[in-house]
């Protein structure tokens, strides 16, 4: 019952804007090519391949830059794959023109196209043959996903020199800001042998989050190793490419066993039967009261800087409401359609007049669906990231995430506003809070709960929720990062339970 780790951590090595390392040094020409491997706290996971080139854009001169990454490990003991790829078109100075990335979260392949037209950056998504248009504000200065890397190489920094570079985040489609020291140089050690590098202390900012990292660069900018704080201690080797693409070993790294996190204190009677829960959450290095949400189901009171008290109660259209306390109500984008979640799909079409009928009572339309998702995906297993509504109500397979989507497809194919909650849920045969994601439906003043990997109508207080997204285009996976950051960071006692 757990959320796709494998695609938080891709992505935070993704957004951390600085994906660098070589082997030593490598003599400087027209192209630039490397390969990197990939760790998780000392596992490898993981291959990365970089390459500029010069290239032409609309007959002007410019910097082709092929970026992907293959990432292996096990969810669960279950081995799973992922590859994405990204290209885009660069000024000599480093900034975006162009960009295609393609990635495969769900059963199909997702293709993004962007340009850079004025101060905006003009996307479209294809996703499970829907195509969908976006914009994003785009800065003057904006560098491509490689942008620190090229900036090094084009300008290698001296120590006590600060450098900020503006950088695309792909697949959140999105800014990434890094700030740069030049610490000073320091003896490192890399797969090769221990050598002399230049240090240098990164902070990315994307999409509300703080990555934090250190680079260790040679005299001509290569930078020849990288450590990522957040999430799960990556580090990144360069290395040549007969290492990089030998022979892989069978993944050995499993996220689930790394991310779950033990339920310490009372031993819990019935977590998703209870009607409230007290839990005291404990975060290494962070205020665990400003990563929780807040509203009619869950409250937060910060108890010092690295703890906090987050209680949870279930949610009915009869509960009464708590005083002060106020969700949100739904935009338009709970009601709409997007890449991920297609209303107008045959197969969700026709789901959503096998799960429940029209025109009756929402709590109990919403309820039947729940249920109806539970029984219709037979298959559960972690074959996929994040598939579209679409794609699960053809192939009727997944995890949570493919519970979530689905269910929240068809709740809006009945004109119940929907989103879907990130965060984590007790899990009794652990003894466990495991990363999670479940649905959450607009009824009268209040979003209530559903978990149609449960299907018990409606959620007890055994769920923890981090953040919400309405799975709209170009944001749908920024909500994401709000978990990567609690990636195993997190101590979760339980105080009370009724």
């Not at 957004?15 to 020409?29: D, E, N, R, Y």
């Not at 807040?294 to 259209?317: E, F, H, K, M, W």
Request: charged share 20%.
């Amino acid at each position: 019952m757990t959320t796709n780790h494998r695609m938080l951590v891709l992505l935070a090595l993704w957004l951390a804007g600085c994906s660098s390392q070589t082997a030593p040094p490598a003599p400087k020409s027209d192209v630039h090519e490397v390969w990197d491997i990939v760790q998780l706290q000392q596992n490898r996971v993981g291959v990365r391949h970089f390459r500029a080139a010069p290239d032409t854009l609309d007959s002007q001169p410019a910097v082709r830059v092929d970026s992907d990454m293959t990432f292996r490990v096990l969810r669960a003991a279950q081995p799973i794959e992922q590859k994405t790829a990204t290209i885009t078109w660069e000024t000599p100075q480093g900034r975006m023109l162009r960009f295609e990335t393609r990635s495969q979260f769900g059963a199909e392949p997702t293709l993004t196209r962007g340009r850079v037209e004025g101060g905006e950056l003009k996307i479209e998504t294809e996703q499970a043959g829907r195509k969908t248009p976006g914009t994003v504000a785009w800065p003057s200065d904006g560098d491509g996903p490689e942008g620190v890397e090229l900036s090094l190489l084009r300008k290698p920094m001296r120590p006590g020199e600060r450098r900020r570079i503006v950088a695309f985040a792909p697949i959140l489609n999105t800014v990434s800001v890094v700030q740069m020291v030049a610490v000073g140089k320091e003896a490192t050690e890399l797969l090769t042998g221990n050598y002399e590098l230049l240090r240098i202390d990164a902070v990315t900012e994307v999409s509300g989050l703080t990555i934090h990292g250190k680079l260790w660069a040679d005299a001509s900018g290569n930078v020849l190793k990288q450590w990522i704080q957040e999430p799960l201690e990556q580090t990144l080797y360069r290395t040549t490419k007969e290492i990089a693409l030998g022979e892989a070993t069978p993944a050995s790294f499993d996220l689930t066993l790394a991310t779950n996190v033990l339920l310490k204190g009372k031993m819990p009677k019935d977590l998703h039967a209870a009607q409230q829960a007290r839990y005291r959450v404990r975060m290494t290095g962070d205020d665990p009261a400003s990563l929780f949400a807040v509203g009619q189901s869950q409250q937060v009171a910060s108890q010092n800087v690295n703890t906090a008290d987050v209680t949870v109660r279930a949610i009915r259209p009869e509960t009464p409401l708590l005083p002060g306390v106020f969700d949100a109500p739904p935009t338009a984008e709970d009601l709409a359609a997007s890449a991920l979640v297609q209303l107008d799909a045959p197969p969700v079409v026709a789901l959503a007049a096998a799960g429940a009928p029209e025109g009756g009572e929402p709590w109990k339309t919403a309820v039947a669906f729940e249920q109806f998702v539970q029984r219709k995906i037979k298959n559960k297993n972690f074959s996929q990231a994040l598939g579209s509504a679409a794609e699960v109500a053809e192939h009727l397979e997944g995890d949570c995430t493919e519970h979530a989507v689905l269910l929240a497809a068809l709740l809006r194919a009945r004109k119940i506003p929907s989103r879907v909650a990130l965060g984590m849920v007790y899990a009794p045969s652990e003894r466990s809070m495991v990363f999670h994601m479940w649905t959450e439906a607009y009824l009268g003043d209040r979003w209530i709960p559903l978990d149609a990997t449960l299907g018990r109508g409606g959620i007890g207080a055994g769920h923890l929720k981090l953040a919400n997204s309405s799975l709209a285009d170009g944001s749908a996976l920024a909500s994401f990062l709000t978990v990567a950051k609690a990636l195993g960071r997190l101590q979760i006692e339980l105080i009370e339970e009724k």
